[in-house]
């Protein structure tokens, strides 16, 4: 299964990629012998409409156009479901498992995500209940997919 990251911003150069990509690194050389390849980060621009509805709309509109037709989607949202690492690994497998050929994990705007978008994932989850600001997003999901990959292949890297 291909797994891409939607996000509306962009991550400028910093630490902050240079070690979101550290983790799609060792995600992209470790998934594939289990089924899960990483297949690209899309980025969009951040909407500049005058509030909150119209941009989430519009940044909607941006994602679904570049996320791969039929793909299941995540949404991350501060709403979601709080999962542990070894319930998210359970979820990736899982979707792989159905025969699924592309998830996509959406990361909304500074709006979030517009309701209609979020109501088509199969998953809606958070990283918490505290607020993180996007960059920091990008760096938890990339560890957390890396994370699944040794979870479902029994690598010691996840230790409980």
């Known amino acids: 299964m291909r797994i891409g990251i939607y996000a509306v911003g962009r991550l400028k150069a910093g630490p902050e990629k240079d070690l979101a990509a550290r983790y799609l690194d060792r995600f992209a050389k470790a998934g594939p012998a289990i089924g899960l390849e990483f297949l690209r980060v899309v980025e969009i621009a951040e909407s ?9 709309r519009e940044e909607a509109a941006l994602l679904e156009k570049s996320i791969p037709e039929g793909a299941a989607l995540i949404a991350l949202d501060e709403r979601g479901k709080g999962l542990d690492s070894q319930e998210f690994a359970d979820l990736l497998g899982g979707i792989r498992d159905r025969g699924q ?3 996509a994990i959406m ?4 709006d979030g995500l517009d309701p209609d ?9 958070n990283l918490g209940r505290l607020t993180w600001p996007h960059q920091l997003v990008r760096i938890l999901i990339a560890e957390q997919l890396y994370r699944s990959v040794t979870i479902l292949s029994g690598h010691p890297y996840h230790r409980v």
């Open 117 to 125: 978008l979020r109501q088509k994932a199969q998953a809606i989850l």
């Open 101 to 103: 050929r592309d998830l």
């Open 107 to 110: 990361i909304g705007g500074a």
């Open 48 to 56: 500049r409409a005058g509030n909150a509805a119209t941009r989430k």
